[in-house]
C-alpha cells in the first residue's frame, strides 16, 4: 500500500494578508534600484507595516523553450524602461487530491478523542491561475522603509522558501527597531523543477532544477541586497514542510565541496523530504509524463505550448493522490541523501541552525491506513524505501516500530505508522542537526493539539491586526485544510515569530512573552523549547531516541 504523504512539494507563491498600501502610480515617490541588468521601482509602500514591496525581481532567465528542464541562466540585461513589478508571476502549480483522506484523518480524530480545532470543507480542484506562467523566476523584496533609506551598517535579511509574511516585519521590529528584510521567490515544482532519470539526462535534462533555481535566488541576494540597505553577511533561509527539506539541502548542497554556502543561517520547519527514488522509479515517472503530453523524448516535449505541460503536470500529479516529484540524488548538488551527507560530515559546518518540528506530524498521512492493520506495514515501509533488504525491514518492523500497543510509543496501528513517518521524514531531523553540528543548535516543538503538519502555519502568518480567518491564509501546506485552523493562540503565534526573527537578526531566538529566562541551546541535555497551550517550557527533545539515531545514519540503503 503506497501512503499518501503529500507534504506540500508544491506551493502557491505567497499569502497576502490585507493591509494598507500606496500603489505604484505613485511613481515619483517609490525609491528605484537599479541592479545592473535591470531597473526596478518599488510596486508600493504598505503604511501600515512602513515597507516598501520590491515586486517581481527576474532573478534568472527565463526558463522556457531549450532551457525548460535545465539548469536556471542568469538573466539577460534589458535597461530599457523602469519595471515597477506590476506583472505577477508565479510557476505552474498542482496539488494531489487529498479530500477523502482528510474526511478519514477527521473521522479518526473524533472517534479516538483528539482535541482539534481544524475546519473541514469539501475541495476540489482550483481553477489556473492567471499569473501562472513557465517564465517565472521572479522574486521580492521587502523592506522597512528606515532599512532602505539609512546609509549606515546593513540589515538582517530573511530569505523564506516559498511565502512572505507581513508579520514577521512587524515582529521583527522588537529585535531590531528599523526591523529585517524579508525576500521570498517563485522556483521550478513538479514536472518543471523535479523530473530526473536517466533518459531525461541523456537528453539535456538537469535534475533538480528547481533546487537550483532556489541556489540562484540565494546568490542573487548574497550580490545584490546591499542595494536594498542588506547585509550580505545576515543571510538567514528558512521553509516549512518541503521548503523546510529544501533548506536541509541547501545546507548539504554539493557535498559542502563548493566552499561556504551563500547564507548564514537557517531555520527549516518540519523540513520534509523523500527518501530519494530509485533511477528506475525517475525513469517511469518521466514516461508517464511523456506519454500524457503524446510524445517520446524530453526534445520533444521542450517543442510543446507551455499550456498542455501544466495542464499535463497538473493532472498527473492530481490523479496521484501524492506528489510524486521532489529531490534526487544526481551525484552533484544532492551528491547523496542529505541523511548520509550530515552523517558523514560533507556539509558547510559554519550554518547556525533553530529547527523546528510539530509533534504529530505523521499523523496527517496515515488516513489511508484507517482500518487496516499490522500486515500492510511491511509494503508501506518497502513502498517509501525501494530496495530496503529483509533484515533491514525486520529490523524497523520489531526493533524500532514493534506491534506493541501499551501507549508507551503508540496505542493502535494508526499511531504507529503516524510515528513512522513522523520520524522518518521529518521529526528526526533535529536529531541529525544536532549529531552534526555538536549539539551547537537550537530547536522547539509545536505542541498544540493535534500538532498535525502544517498546524503551525497559521501561528508564523498571525497579524493581531487582522481577523483569524485572514491570519489563516497560509502559501506552504500540503492541503488548503491547514489554512481553516482556527483560534491562533496569540502567545504562541508571538513566541514563534519571536523566535525565527530575533535567530535571524541576532542568531539567538528569544521572546518576551514565552517566560523563559532564555532559550536553550541543544546542548549535553538535548534541549528544546516546547510550546504548547499550557505552557512554554524547555524539555528534553523527543527525537533523542535511537529510533532517530538509526534513521540518521541511512542505514536504510
Known amino acids: ?191 518543471f523543477g523535479f523530473l530526473a532519470g536517466p533518459s531525461f539526462e541523456k537528453d539535456g535534462g538537469t535534475p533538480n532544477a528547481g533546487l537550483l533555481d532556489q541556489r540562484m535566488a540565494i546568490e542573487w541576494v548574497r550580490d545584490n541586497i546591499h542595494l536594498f540597505g542588506g547585509d550580505p553577511h545576515r543571510i538567514t533561509i528558512t521553509g516549512e514542510s518541503a521548503g523546510g527539506g529544501s533548506v536541509i539541502h541547501q545546507v548539504t548542497a554539493y557535498g559542502g565541496l563548493r566552499g561556504p554556502v551563500p547564507f548564514q543561517r537557517a531555520i527549516p520547519q518540519s523540513s520534509f523530504w523523500s527518501p530519494n527514488s530509485s533511477p528506475y522509479e525517475q525513469e517511469q515517472l518521466l514516461q508517464k509524463y511523456l506519454q500524457l503530453l503524446n510524445v517520446t523524448s524530453l526534445s520533444a516535449a521542450r517543442e510543446l505550448p507551455a499550456s498542455l505541460l501544466i495542464a499535463t503536470n497538473e493532472a498527473l500529479i492530481h490523479s496521484s493522490g501524492a506528489n510524486p516529484f521532489g529531490p534526487t540524488i544526481d551525484g552533484d548538488f544532492v551528491p547523496r541523501d542529505p541523511r548520509q551527507v550530515l552523517f558523514n560530515g560533507n556539509y558547510t559546518p559554519s550554518v547556525d541552525i533553530l529547527i523546528g518540528h510539530n509533534s504529530q506530524e505523521g499523523l496527517f498521512t496515515v488516513a489511508p491506513l484507517i482500518g487496516q492493520n499490522d500486515s500492510v506495514f ?105 489554512n481553516e485552523i482556527l483560534n491562533v493562540n496569540e502567545t504562541i503565534a508571538f513566541a514563534l515569530q519571536d523566535y525565527v526573527t530575533s535567530f535571524t537578526i541576532n542568531g539567538v531566538p528569544t521572546s518576551s512573552v514565552d517566560g523563559l529566562t532564555e532559550f536553550p541551546m541543544y546542548g549535553s541535555n538535548s534541549s528544546v523549547v516546547n510550546l504548547n497551550l499550557a505552557s512554554i517550557i524547555e524539555i528534553k527533545a523527543p527525537t533523542d531516541n535511537n529510533r532517530c539515531k538509526w534513521w540518521g545514519t541511512a542505514l536504510y540503503n
Open 378 to 482: 511491511p509494503s508501506v515501509i518497502t513502498k517509501q524505501f525501494v530496495g530496503m533488504a529483509p533484515s533491514v525491514l525486520e529490523f524497523v518492523l520489531d526493533t524500532l516500530y514493534p506491534p506493541v500497543y501499551n501507549g508507551s510509543l503508540y496505542a493502535d496501528f494508526v499511531q504507529r505508522v503516524a510515528l513512522f513517518v513522523s520520524d522518518a521524514f521529518i521529526a528526526c531531523t533535529t536529531e541529525y542537526l544536532a549529531n552534526a553540528y555538536n549539539n551547537a543548535i537550537y530547536g522547539y516543538v509545536f505542541d498544540v493539539a493535534p500538532g498535525v503538519h502544517g498546524q503551525d502555519i497559521p501561528y508564523m502568518n498571525y497579524l493581531k491586526s487582522n481577523s483569524t480567518s485572514a491570519n489563516a491564509s497560509s502559501s506552504s501546506t500540503s492541503s488548503s485544510l491547514i
Open 1 to 191: 500500500m503506497k501512503l499518501h504523504i503529500t507534504f506540500a512539494k508544491s506551493f502557491a507563491f505567497a499569502s497576502f494578508l490585507t493591509e494598507v498600501v500606496i500603489a505604484g502610480n505613485a511613481s515619483t515617490t517609490l525609491p528605484v534600484v537599479d541592479l545592473g541588468y535591470e531597473i526596478y521601482r518599488a510596486n508600493n509602500f504598505n503604511t501600515q507595516g512602513s515597507y516598501y514591496n520590491f515586486s517581481n525581481i527576474r532573478y534568472a532567465a527565463p526558463a522556457v523553450g531549450s532551457l525548460r528542464f535545465k539548469s536556471p541562466q542568469l538573466p539577460s540585461t534589458n535597461r530599457t524602461a523602469v519595471n515597477d513589478g506590476s506583472v505577477g508571476r508565479i510557476c505552474p502549480q498542482a496539488s494531489a487530491d487529498t479530500t477523502q483522506v482528510t474526511a478519514e484523518l477527521f473521522n479518526y480524530l473524533n472517534t479516538h478523542n483528539v482535541t482539534t480545532s481544524l475546519g473541514l470543507a469539501s475541495r476540489t480542484v482550483a481553477a489556473r491561475d492567471p499569473r501562472e506562467s513557465e517564465d517565472c523566476l521572479f522574486l521580492d523584496v521587502l523592506v522597512p522603509q528606515a532599512v532602505f533609506e539609512r546609509n549606515n551598517s546593513g540589515s538582517a535579511v530573511l530569505i523564506s522558501i516559498y511565502g512572505k509574511s507581513s508579520s514577521l516585519l512587524q515582529r521583527s521590529r522588537l529585535h531590531d527597531p528599523e526591523g529585517m528584510i524579508h525576500v521570498t521567490f517563485n522556483y521550478r515544482i513538479g514536472a
